[in-house]
């Protein structure tokens, strides 16, 4: 299954609870039923801040987060010398 270009969240509403939970409820469905996912990208994914540098924004933090739980994959076998999320065995 496929679920393409979801999301799209306006930059005022970046650092909210409520967006990193829809996040996580998104992420949560895709893993557990093996869905391939990308997140429409045309949004601010990251902030040029007021010194020039970029912030990335709670899409690009809960990604992050996301793929450092270990239990990312738990639904499906690793295949052999695949490397474990989180850095566990």
């Known amino acids: 299954m496929h679920c393409g ?3 799209g969240f306006h930059g005022p509403t970046d650092d909210l609870l409520c967006q990193r939970t829809l996040l996580n409820d998104f992420l949560r469905l895709f893993d557990q039923f093996g869905m391939h996912h990308h997140y ?5 994914v990251y902030q040029r801040l007021l010194d020039g540098s970029l912030r990335a924004s709670n899409v ?3 990604f992050r987060r ?3 739980r270990p239990d990312l994959n738990l639904y499906y076998a690793r295949w052999p010398g695949q490397p ?3 850095g566990t065995p």
């Not at 429409?40 to 601010?44: C, D, K, Q, V």
């Open 66 to 68: 996301y793929a450092r």
């Open 5 to 7: 270009e979801y999301g």
């Open 60 to 62: 690009v933090r809960e």
């Open 40 to 44: 429409y990208t045309g949004r601010g």
């Open 84 to 86: 474990a999320p989180g």
